[in-house]
């Protein structure tokens, strides 16, 4: 199966509807202003180096409002065009560039991941962070199915962390 490459538009719409069933599945939030991000936003796909074949759909933007670049993809572990390398291999590893607006400074990555995105309260809802310091990063989400993984600088991840905490 061939990867379907996403719009701005059509990732944002996707990002969208995940937030709001990773809410209903969690009664968690995850931080992101989409008010903004269909102003603010472009598309990113430029970013994206290497996506393998298990990836049905993706769609990559940025929002400069937030200095943070969102990328959305569904996954499948199972894949017709896979190499046994690629089928043996226990991780999904997605290769992209790290936004030039970041600069040299550190990168957080977050995962999060509905395994079952068809029923979501018969899937898991993971989350995880990594912290990149390279120009490449290699996005290695904990499971397959439908991802959202939010990519800043470490800087804005801490001062927005300060921030809701003096908000409290």
Not at 11 to 38: C, E, G, P, Y
Not at 77 to 95: C, G, H, N, V
Request: aromatic share 6%.
């Amino acid at each position: 199966m061939d990867t379907v490459y996403l719009s701005k538009d059509l990732a944002l719409q996707q990002v969208s509807s995940f937030l709001s069933r990773w809410k209903h599945s969690t009664d968690q939030s995850i931080d992101f202003d989409l008010a903004k991000s269909s102003e603010t936003s472009e598309d990113a796909s430029r970013l994206l180096k290497k996506v393998p074949s298990s990836v049905q759909k993706i769609g990559c933007y940025y929002i400069a409002s937030q200095k943070k670049a969102v990328v959305w993809f569904l996954a499948d572990k199972r894949s017709d065009k896979s190499s046994d390398k690629e089928r043996r291999q226990d991780t999904l590893q997605i290769i992209l560039e790290k936004p030039r607006e970041f600069g040299s400074a550190p990168i957080e990555i977050r995962y999060n991941v509905m395994t079952n995105p068809a029923d979501c309260h018969n899937g898991a809802c993971l989350s995880g962070i990594e912290i990149s310091y390279g120009s490449i990063l290699i996005l290695s989400p904990p499971a397959v199915g439908e991802i959202v993984i939010s990519i800043s600088r470490l800087e804005q991840a801490i001062e927005l962390a300060q921030g809701a905490n003096a908000i409290e």
